[in-house]
């Protein structure tokens, strides 16, 4: 997977519209064009990294900020009794999502996990 046919790379870049939760220098979050559940937002990190496999040491600060945060998203999209988190990652995960990718959703709807 490269930037180019990378769909959260034209969305960081503009290319493709999204709803955004958050922004700043090393993520972005936008909301789920088809949500599965009333709070249902996905994160993803400015810079193309193929799959959480191919993580190193040098992105455990925005790995480790991406989750930090999704909490305080989430209560401010009004998540207020649970939420989970779902990474995808290679192989027949990321046949929906390339990138590394952190899907917040609340309630007992179906993630795509
Ligand atoms: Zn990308």
Known sequence: MSTDNCIFCKIV???IPCRKVYEDDELLAFHDI???APVHFL???KEHIDSMAHLDTRHAGVMGRMM???HGLAAQQG???GFRIVCNTG???AR???TC???CSEGPGRCRA
């Open 101 to 103: 990718t952190c899907m």
């Open 68 to 70: 930090v945060m999704v």
């Open 79 to 81: 998540s207020t009794d």
């Open 43 to 45: 994160v993803v990190t």
């Open 34 to 36: 088809h949500p599965v």
């Open 91 to 93: 192989g027949w995960a």
């Open 96 to 98: 929906m999502f390339f």
């Open 13 to 15: 870049l503009g290319e």
